[in-house]
């Protein structure tokens, strides 16, 4: 069975205080896993599209990287307007349809 | 990124009333739009997919007569809560992509707070 799973589930860091965090998945055939970013009360906001094992994708304090089992956001010197949940995706085929299958996500909180 | 705008943000309705939430693809085609169900600190559940011009495919344990989906216009689609009780109440996003999730990212509306009283 296709899976996507986020960890941890909630990181407190120190502004500055680098960190990473990891979506694992067991998919046949990954077709690209997705990072998203979503504020409360938000939808999900678009962050990086990987596809395979060795990409990075920069994005200001965030960097994605993809392995052939995980992939893993790391944010660099973190400030407090980075907390927020961050999701990992994948696309699953099934139903006649592509679907994204989600993480539970990460909840990040940046305190000053 | 492509634009999709939902609406309305927030609703409060009574219960046994219906409530219909709009999900719009501003500045490109969404050949298959995607309706989802987010319960507070839970990921994102789906719910159905849609393709313009035909019945709308539910997941498992979703009630079609419940969540009625209509993918009128390839820009276009709602979600209508019938008869909705206390425990529809939660957080309703779309999303819409051109190729279904194939390889592209998906876009997001901001989502609908849903509200039964």
């Known amino acids: 069975e296709d899976q996507v799973t986020q960890s941890p589930e909630a990181l407190r860091l120190q502004e500055g205080e680098s960190s990473s965090l990891n979506c694992s998945y067991t998919v046949s055939g990954l077709r690209g896993l997705f990072w998203y970013r979503q504020d409360p009360g938000k939808g999900p906001e678009f962050l990086f599209t990987?596809?395979?094992a060795g990409e990075e994708k920069e994005k200001e304090r965030l960097k994605a990287t993809l392995t052939k089992k995980e992939s893993f956001l790391h944010i660099t010197a973190p400030k407090p307007e980075d907390s927020a949940t961050y999701l990992c995706?994948?696309?699953?085929?099934?139903?006649?349809?592509?679907?994204?299958?989600f993480g539970a996500g990460t909840r990040l909180a940046v305190h000053p | 990124g492509a634009v999709v705008s939902q609406h309305p943000s927030w609703v409060i309705c009574k219960s046994g009333t219906s409530v219909k939430i709009e999900c719009r693809s501003l500045d490109f085609q969404a050949t298959t739009m995607f309706w989802y169900r987010q319960f507070p600190k839970q990921s994102l559940m789906l719910m159905a997919t849609s393709n313009e011009g035909s019945k709308a495919t539910y997941e498992q344990g979703v009630e079609k007569d419940k969540f009625l989906i209509n993918h009128a216009s390839l820009t276009l689609s709602t979600l209508t809560v019938t008869s909705a009780h206390p425990e529809d109440s939660s957080f309703y996003i779309c999303?819409?992509?051109?190729?279904?999730?194939?390889?592209?990212?998906?876009?997001f509306g901001q989502g609908t707070r849903l509200t039964v009283v």
């Open positions: 995706a994948v696309p699953m085929f099934s139903g006649g349809y592509n679907k994204l299958i």
């Open positions: 990987l596809y395979s």
């Open positions: 999303s819409a992509s051109t190729l279904g999730h194939a390889n592209t990212e998906a876009f």
